[in-house]
């Protein structure tokens, strides 16, 4: 079985700063790694994904992850926040050929001007 | 029409109303999904269809009952709901590959806001 922990339910950050999202698995197996972004009243959207290649991941929007399976963490970051980037985001873990995903239980960031 | 759509945006409903909700995945996937998202819980799944068959019934309530007719479409067919049935219904899509090994990425639609009186 699998399943994420997401350490912060609420990140606060001023615009131009950097942004840090916590998130740490765990998995019986290799994982595959993933984060969402769900903006207000919209469907999630995939940030990015770690599929057991490069453990530095880069996504969309400036987003990056690094997998570190000695601490069991996926960790998102982005050197300078934007307004935009408020949103709630998801970590997600499921298993090579499998169909479930396990969501981590969110975590809403706010970006203050 | 791109990536999955959902149909309505939005439903009010009262509980002895009988309603649908649908999904369209214009991607060429073979697998579909329906989620629950209420507030401060984390997504909880309720249905995949794998090759428009079912293959999960998360322990969904009866009240609830899907339809996948073909890959490119998903059904989810409403009656006698409860006032706690109100959450963001969320359809999602993702391609298997049952001969070979894959990475599940699935691919979200908007949703169907119901609410239910």
């Known amino acids: 079985a699998q399943s994420v922990t997401q350490l912060d339910s609420h990140v606060s950050v001023s615009e131009g700063t950097p942004v840090l999202l916590r998130c740490n698995y765990s998995s019986s197996y290799s994982p595959s790694l993933f984060w969402y972004v769900q903006h207000p009243n919209k469907g999630l959207q995939l940030l990015l994904k770690?599929?057991?290649?490069?453990?530095l991941v880069k996504g969309i929007n400036g987003f990056e992850a690094e997998f570190k399976k000695s601490e069991t963490s996926f960790h998102l970051t982005k050197p300078s926040a934007h307004m935009s980037d408020a949103a709630e985001y998801f970590c997600v873990v499921s298993l090579l050929n499998d169909y479930k995903l396990s969501f981590g239980a969110g975590t809403t960031v706010t970006v203050r001007a | 029409e791109t990536g999955v759509t959902q149909t309505p945006r939005h439903l009010v409903m009262g509980m002895t109303n009988k309603k649908s909700l649908k999904c369209e995945q214009h991607l060429g996937h073979n697998a579909m999904y329906w989620y629950k998202q209420s507030a401060k819980k984390p997504l909880e799944l309720m249905f995949v269809y794998s090759l428009e068959e079912r293959v999960e019934n998360n322990s969904v309530p009866s009240r609830f009952s899907p339809e996948c007719p073909n890959s490119s479409h998903l059904f989810l067919h409403l009656h006698t709901l409860q006032p706690e049935d109100s959450a963001l219904y969320l359809c999602a899509s993702s391609q298997e590959v049952p001969s070979g090994s894959y990475h599940n990425e699935q691919f979200f639609g908007p949703g169907t806001r119901l609410t239910v009186l």
């Open positions: 770690y599929t057991s290649a490069a453990t």
